[in-house]
């Protein structure tokens, strides 16, 4: 199969790359280290939404230190900010990881991908459509043609957000990037229709702005898919085998405290979201599964082919950490 000039994303993609590259360019810290103590340092890039709960668990339980591992964490609003960082080993991965973007860089040859572990999978109203109270849209099917906010473009949010849609046998949206901390303004001033929000931002959003919920972001096509993990390179994994296996372990050992006691993540929350804790407690949170999948990968990268933002088949099998 021939591969187009262009698909949706891959400028975009590529102008973001190169943005971030500015942005990260006078970052000198980060990469892999071995401090005194004999643990081995990793900086890992993250945002501060649910989706990172397991890494800050992993930090602050001490299943990192179990493993040897000393783990400094480097926020990020976008996970694409990242990527320069971690081609050049400033940074050793990337958690909150949107799976979308990477398997793209990935498809480019930008990065040679590996995943070392799951991040999440979308659960019900762990992201939802918002509108203004007043808003005249009263229908999934009213969002057609209306501008709606998200992260990044041609990501998972417009990706399971136009699968709903299809379902639904309504039309596709126009969609505008507007990072998390800026989606509510954006709708109180009424420079968009509605907004793709994600939590702890989706809560937020209501409570600040009175704003209601037009569609559960986390329905019909989109339940139960996965939405981001902790990715890296396959040459961090070959230089550093032990610290790779190190951090899924504890990474998974996090996923299967938060996904069996979710008031822990809720007590989490608050140290890195910006997020109090009376609000942390009425947070939709996302599934934390304890092992990636690559069958359910692909369920992903099905809906992608489908909406153009994959050229070919990817098999994500391979690019697990095991």
């Not at 092992?291 to 098999?315: E, H, P, S």
């Amino acid at each position: 199969m021939a591969l187009r000039r262009s698909r949706p994303g891959t400028k975009r993609l590529a102008a973001l790359v190169a943005a971030a590259a500015l942005l990260l360019a006078g970052c000198d810290s980060g990469g892999t280290s071995s401090p005194r103590d004999g643990r081995e340092r990793l900086t890992v890039a993250a945002l501060p939404l649910t989706d990172s709960a397991a890494l800050y668990l992993a930090r602050d339980r001490g299943l990192f230190a179990k493993e040897g591992l000393d783990v400094r964490v480097q926020p990020v609003q976008q996970s694409i900010q990242a990527l320069p960082a971690l081609l050049r080993g400033q940074v050793d991965a990337i958690a909150s990881a949107n799976y979308v973007t990477y398997f793209q860089a990935y498809e480019k040859g930008t990065l040679d991908l590996r995943i070392l572990a799951e991040g999440v999978r979308i659960a019900p109203h762990m992201m939802d459509v918002l509108v203004p109270k007043d808003s005249g849209l009263t229908s999934p099917g009213d969002l057609a043609g209306k501008k709606v906010a998200v992260a990044v473009l041609n990501n998972i949010q417009s990706l399971t957000l136009n699968a709903i849609l299809a379902a639904r046998g309504a039309g596709r949206p126009v969609y505008r990037q507007i990072l998390f901390p800026q989606m509510g303004p954006a709708l109180e001033r009424n420079q968009v229709d509605a907004v793709h929000a994600v939590e702890p931002f989706d809560s937020a959003i209501q409570h600040q702005v009175g704003a209601r919920v037009l569609l559960d972001g986390g329905s019909g096509p989109a339940a139960g898919l996965p939405a981001s993990g902790y990715v890296t390179t396959s040459a961090f994994v070959r230089k550093h085998p032990k610290a790779a296996a190190g951090f899924r372990r504890a990474i998974e050992a996090a996923s299967r405290l938060a996904a069996a006691d979710p008031d822990a993540v809720r007590a989490e929350l608050p140290e890195y979201a910006k997020v109090t804790a009376d609000a942390a407690r009425s947070l939709h949170l996302p599934a934390y599964p304890a092992t990636a999948d690559a069958a359910q990968l692909r369920r992903l990268i099905q809906l992608m082919r489908q909406q153009g933002m994959l050229a070919k088949d990817v098999d994500p099998a391979p690019l697990l950490v095991t």
